[in-house]
């Protein structure tokens, strides 16, 4: 870290003329979109466009010297079906890497929330694991707004990943403070890390992460979870599973997945996940269940079905996550969803 530090300092400090010789420049995205049936199970059922975390990327890289290379990004989210949101909201970033190493100053995923990404069978789309695994709560009175929760992006960080040695790689991502600013107050600082290791068709990963929240008149409010995800690829067959555990509150999820390739565009795929909730009849199990027709290696066409069965007292939703159409149902209840949808990538 010692040597790499002066590195990043000594790319920002590149005068013009260098900085104008950056090449491979490029432009990337996705699009999409879904038609969703959804029924609240309380408050009605209808039909809705969803955008599903769509998003527009600037990104490229220049070599200044061997095994020292300035990489960027700058991406946003893109709301086919409407507009609205931060101009830039999603990865952004300025970095350097090497044979020693990333190391990346921005706003970006935590090593944790990665974890999800991967195993996740149905990402950005109705079922999607984080309807369970995100678990988030309200914020303290006065040292945040809004809810907190797993999942998140860590603003004003900075994150270093290991070169991969027999399979193993490490991050480490730092965070000054979570808020939209910057703070000179230390104790806002928030961390997530982990360590994985990947083989030819088997891959497991342990993170951890710390979330804290302050102001200059309020106690401190934490938050901790572990998680520990696996993928195993065996013929035409994908597994997944994730294990977490939370503190305060004290709850833990866990979730499984399946996917089948059919043929060589057709897969079919299931996952399941379980919230066991810190407060009474407070949990939540999720199902869902669909198939998947890849048209080419860029364009997929799917259609999902998944419901999530809520605890006296919980009222989550197999739609809410990264998605915009999200409506509302009643603690207690089974809302469900059935969705036909589109992702294309570029």
Same mark, same amino acid.
């Given at each position: 870290?010692?040597?790499?530090?002066?590195?990043?300092? %000594?790319?920002?400090?590149?005068?013009?003329?260098?900085?104008?010789?950056?090449? %491979?420049?490029?432009?990337?995205?996705?699009?999409?979109?879904?038609?969703?049936?959804?029924?609240?199970?309380?408050?009605? =059922?209808?039909?809705?466009?969803?955008?599903?975390?769509?998003?527009?990327?600037?990104?490229?890289?220049?070599?200044?010297?061997?095994?020292?290379?300035?990489?960027?990004?700058?991406?946003?989210?893109?709301?086919?079906?409407?507009?609205?949101?931060?101009?830039?909201?999603?990865?952004?970033?300025?970095?350097?890497?090497?044979?020693?190493?990333?190391?990346?100053?921005?706003?970006?995923?935590?090593?944790?929330?990665?974890?999800?990404?991967?195993?996740?069978?149905?990402?950005?789309?109705?079922?999607?694991?984080?309807?369970?695994?995100?678990?988030?709560?309200?914020?303290?009175?006065?040292?945040?707004?809004?809810?907190?929760?797993? *999942?998140?992006?860590?603003?004003?960080?900075?994150?270093?990943?290991?070169?991969?040695?027999?399979?193993?790689?490490?991050?480490?991502?730092? =965070? #000054?403070?979570? *808020? =939209?600013?910057?703070?000179?107050?230390?104790?806002?600082?928030?961390?997530?890390?982990?360590?994985?290791?990947?083989?030819?068709?088997?891959?497991?990963?342990?993170?951890?992460?710390?979330?804290?929240?302050?102001?200059?008149?309020?106690?401190?409010?934490?938050?901790?979870?572990?998680?520990?995800?696996?993928?195993?690829?065996? %013929?035409?067959?994908?597994?997944?599973?994730?294990?977490?555990?939370?503190? *305060?509150?004290?709850?833990?999820?866990?979730?499984?997945?399946?996917?089948?390739?059919?043929?060589?565009?057709?897969?079919?795929?299931?996952?399941?996940?379980?919230?066991?909730?810190?407060?009474?009849?407070?949990?939540?199990?999720?199902?869902?269940?669909?198939?998947?027709?890849?048209?080419?290696?860029?364009?997929?066409?799917?259609?999902?079905?998944?419901?999530?069965?809520? *605890? #006296?007292?919980?009222?989550?939703?197999?739609?809410?996550?990264?998605?915009?159409?999200?409506?509302?149902?009643?603690?207690?209840?089974?809302?469900?969803?059935?969705?036909?949808?589109?992702?294309?990538?570029?």
């Amino acid at each position: 870290m010692n040597r790499v530090l002066p590195l990043l300092l %000594g790319a920002a400090l590149l005068p013009a003329a260098t900085q104008a010789q950056v090449t %491979g420049a490029q432009i990337y995205g996705q699009l999409h979109v879904s038609a969703d049936y959804l029924d609240t199970d309380s408050r009605g =059922s209808a039909l809705n466009l969803s955008s599903n975390a769509s998003r527009l990327g600037f990104r490229g890289k220049y070599e200044v010297q061997e095994q020292l290379t300035v990489v960027w990004q700058a991406e946003t989210t893109l709301r086919v079906d409407s507009q609205g949101g931060d101009l830039i909201d999603r990865d952004t970033f300025l970095g350097l890497t090497g044979d020693w190493g990333l190391l990346r100053v921005g706003k970006f995923d935590t090593p944790m929330k990665v974890l999800r990404n991967r195993t996740d069978i149905f990402p950005n789309q109705i079922g999607d694991a984080r309807n369970i695994t995100r678990n988030r709560v309200a914020a303290p009175a006065g040292l945040a707004s809004g809810q907190i929760g797993w *999942d998140e992006r860590f603003r004003n960080s900075i994150h270093y990943r290991t070169p991969t040695v027999a399979g193993l790689t490490a991050n480490a991502q730092y =965070s #000054t403070s979570l *808020d =939209s600013a910057s703070s000179n107050d230390a104790d806002a600082g928030s961390w997530s890390a982990s360590v994985e290791w990947r083989l030819a068709t088997f891959w497991i990963a342990v993170a951890h992460e710390n979330q804290t929240y302050t102001d200059d008149v309020l106690p401190e409010y934490e938050r901790h979870a572990t998680r520990v995800a696996a993928l195993y690829d065996i %013929g035409d067959f994908r597994f997944s599973a994730l294990y977490q555990k939370a503190e *305060d509150p004290d709850d833990a999820a866990w979730g499984a997945g399946v996917r089948y390739r059919v043929t060589e565009k057709v897969a079919l795929k299931t996952q399941y996940y379980h919230l066991d909730a810190d407060a009474d009849d407070s949990d939540a199990d999720l199902y869902a269940l669909g198939a998947d027709y890849q048209v080419a290696p860029n364009l997929t066409f799917y259609a999902n079905y998944a419901v999530l069965d809520n *605890d #006296t007292f919980s009222n989550l939703r197999p739609y809410s996550q990264a998605r915009t159409a999200d409506p509302a149902s009643l603690a207690g209840n089974s809302p469900s969803g059935f969705s036909l949808g589109t992702v294309f990538s570029f």
